[in-house]
């Protein structure tokens, strides 16, 4: 066995493929969002069609979407590696536990927050993903050039009410998973100072609270305003 | 005080086990918790039972052979030791529910009695540190910062207990491992073998079984002597610093 395969099937090597992937998956994040704030714009939806289009054309991006999915389905594949061990590490569990008292919720329930998210994720992918791939969409023009109409797509999928009522869950599962993971990714690659975690922590404290609520802003907007 | 115990009792390493109660009166509030089972288990052998088996032995709280999984928290409701746990924390007909250490790198021998040699073989492989052979060197011949001092001594406080790895809910041993890591890491005496020593004990946590880190924090709240999780990411610097640049293959 080399020692790079060595290194990454120890337990802090497996928890640091976790925290590059993750900390990869909250810069992906940012992105979706920063591009996504245009579904606010009220300008019938030209800007966030354009921009749909550059994300499925552009070759850097198609670059980065595959390490999103390299990403993804590494965080999943260690995480049930990971998840195995730890079950296995014990056997014969307590029959009366405080865990309350020593650790937050979400901390201890890292793959529960993260099934529910990865369920959520395939739906969603479904829903636009891959409609806006391979999916019999409208199209508009805009000038002289064709674009897909993924704005109406979405407006259309905002006006069912279970629908927005998903989203909004699972925003709130994703910010659970995030209040831990943030610090938690930094604290697994050993950055752990004096000075800078207390930043890490504010940050992710923060982070975890305004993506997923803007992020659930959205179907809330369109359902309230179409 | 009177108090009603639950106590996981297991005859040996291969028996299945399960929870026996007793009733036990005459509990004082200044009665450290083994003293209390002291009490129960006078009780028990007056009446010709066996008693009650649990790990104990400075009852100062420095050597870190007692344990006990009391009320749902290791060393029960302080972040103490069990020995120095007093029945003045618990309240008047309560009951208390006493369980072993529960980890798969830790067997049950007997009742509440566990094999932490997991934790020994760990310290083990991190193998030896160099010194320098002759006459006995001078005090202060190497300096070293206070504020290096300090943090070796803080990571040097821990006893070896296991209450983090029973808080732990991956049954995982890295606050110990860590402790043990940057103990020796961060002295000038220690830097010799600081590579091959964080990967041997690394390696040696895993070959053990137990689980990963969560980083959930459990362990620290739980220490009886404070251990810091800082330790943890040092330990991964040290680890990750070590695979990258030494010359182990």
Excluded at chain 1, 104 to 122: E, P, Q
Aim: aromatic content about 10%; proline content about 4%.
């Amino acid at each position: 066995m080399s020692w790079v395969t060595k290194t990454l099937k120890s337990t802090l090597g497996r928890k640091l493929i976790m925290a590059l992937t993750g900390l990869f998956l909250i810069l992906f994040l940012t992105g979706h969002l920063a591009g996504n704030i245009q579904l606010f714009f009220n300008d019938g939806g030209q800007a966030f069609n354009i921009y749909a289009k550059f994300m499925t054309s552009n070759p850097i991006v198609k670059l980065l979407s595959y390490l999103t999915y390299i990403s993804v389905m590494g965080h999943v594949a260690y995480s049930i590696m990971l998840g195995q061990l730890n079950k296995a590490a014990r056997p014969i569990g307590y029959a009366q536990s405080g865990a309350s008292t020593n650790s937050t919720w979400a901390s201890r329930n890292m793959g529960i927050l993260g099934t529910v998210i990865l369920v959520f994720l395939a739906g969603h992918m479904y829903s636009f993903w891959y409609q806006m791939h391979w999916g019999g969409i409208p199209t508009v023009m805009y000038g002289t050039e064709e674009y897909k109409d993924l704005y109406t797509v979405v407006q259309l999928a905002f006006q069912q009410t279970w629908m927005v009522a998903l989203y909004v869950i699972a925003m709130g599962f994703l910010g659970f998973h995030l209040s831990h993971g943030f610090s938690s990714a930094f604290q697994s690659l050993g950055l752990n100072h004096v000075k800078y975690s207390p930043a890490i922590k504010a940050i992710g404290n923060l982070y975890c609270i305004v993506v997923p609520a803007l992020f659930a802003a959205m179907p809330l907007y369109i359902y309230f305003t179409s | 005080m009177q108090l009603t115990l639950k106590i996981w009792r297991q005859k040996n390493a291969s028996d299945k086990g399960g929870f026996a109660t007793y009733p036990v009166n005459h509990v004082s509030k200044d009665m450290s918790f083994l003293e209390m089972l002291d009490v129960l288990n006078e009780e028990l052998t007056e009446k010709g039972e066996d008693p009650v088996h649990f790990d104990h032995d400075c009852r100062e709280g420095i050597c870190g052979t007692c344990s006990l999984y009391i009320n749902g928290k290791p060393h029960g409701p302080l972040q103490t030791t069990t020995c120095q746990l007093h029945m003045r924390s618990f309240n008047d007909g309560e009951t208390i529910t006493i369980e072993p250490w529960r980890a798969k790198a830790f067997p049950v021998l007997k009742d509440l009695v566990v094999d932490r040699g997991a934790l020994d073989r760990i310290i083990q492989a991190g193998g030896y540190v160099n010194v320098n052979t002759g006459g006995v060197p001078d005090a202060n011949e190497i300096p070293i910062p206070k504020t290096i001092a300090e943090l070796a001594m803080d990571a040097a406080q821990c006893i070896g207990c296991g209450a983090c790895v029973a808080a732990c809910k991956n049954a995982s041993a890295m606050l110990f491992t860590s402790a043990k890591v940057s103990q020796l890491a961060l002295l000038p005496q220690g830097r010799v073998e600081r590579k091959t020593r964080a990967e041997k004990m690394v390696a040696q946590m895993d070959s053990e079984g137990f689980g990963a880190c969560t980083n959930t924090g459990a362990c620290e709240a739980e220490c009886p002597k404070g251990i810091s999780i800082t330790n943890i990411a040092r330990m991964n610097r040290e680890y990750f610093s070590a695979v990258i640049s030494s010359d182990n293959l």
